[in-house]
T-cell receptor, first 113, second 110 residues
Framework: DTAVSQTPKYLVTQMGNDKSIKCEQNLGHDTMYWYKQDSKKFLKIMFSYNNKELIINETVPNRFSPKSPDKAHLNLHINSLELGDSAVYFC????????????FGEGSRLTVL | SQQGEEDPQALSIQEGENATMNCSYKTSINNLQWYRQNSGRGLVHLILIRSNEREKHSGRLRVTLDTSKKSSSLLITASRAADTASYFCATDPTGNQFYFGTGTSLTVIP
């Protein structure tokens, strides 16, 4: 069983569209994250949820909205996609906030045309 | 910014040689972690070193931490082709979040 799974793995869409990426973890962790990795491999934290509550919301445009229906799931919805949103988005989870090992999904590569 | 910065950006060595990569950060931390990312894959945790530790070993990996210089190094001994990957350090200045840099891209030539 995959510990942290993301779908879809690849997403190609037009500017202006709305898309979602789903993430699920079966590790029993209570904290989940979204990271964005750009073309230079810089990995930037976007959001962090602990027990379905938002803890961290780094300087991310309002077009990005995370939703955590339960502590095993953290989905990312993106409105009005822009070219600059093209990146690989990683979901991760950990037990507790900070100080613990992060478990990453395999990433979702988003290409905006 | 709070992210770690890895150096060098790219490193190419022969199989069997040792690989050393460095990480510098800007604020005090609770601990520092190293991760590996194979091409097209997610990051995998390698090792965690706490702020009160100076050195830690795990198999062929050796990590050092110098909090006075705000730097850490990752040494991979007797490198193998399978070690080819990008390596990232992650710091948690607030005890709440981990911040990454752009990584060191390591190529091990068979």
């Amino acid at each position: 069983d995959t510990a942290v799974s993301q779908t879809p793995k690849y997403l190609v869409t037009q500017m202006g569209n709305d898309k979602s990426i789903k993430c699920e973890q079966n590790l029993g962790h209570d904290t989940m994250y979204w990271y964005k990795q750009d073309s230079k491999k810089f990995l930037k934290i976007m959001f962090s949820y602990n027990n379905k509550e938002l803890i961290i919301n780094e300087t991310v445009p309002n077009r990005f909205s995370p939703k955590s229906p339960d502590k095993a799931h953290l989905n990312l919805h993106i409105n009005s996609l822009e070219l600059g949103d093209s990146a690989v988005y990683f979901c991760a989870s950990s037990q507790g906030t900070g100080s613990g090992e992060l478990f990453f999904g395999e990433g979702s590569r988003l290409t905006v045309l | 910014s709070q992210q770690g910065e890895e150096d060098p950006q790219a490193l190419s060595i022969q199989e069997g040689e040792n690989a050393t990569m460095n990480c510098s950060y800007k604020t005090s931390i609770n601990n520092l972690q190293w991760y590996r990312q194979n091409s097209g894959r997610g990051l995998v945790h390698l090792i965690l070193i706490r702020s009160n530790e100076r050195e830690k070993h795990s198999g062929r990996l050796r990590v050092t931490l110098d909090t006075s210089k705000k730097s850490s190094s990752l040494l991979i001994t007797a490198s193998r082709a399978a070690d080819t990957a990008s390596y990232f350090c992650a710091t948690d200045p607030t005890g709440n979040q981990f911040y990454f840099g752009t990584g060191t891209s390591l190529t091990v030539i068979p």
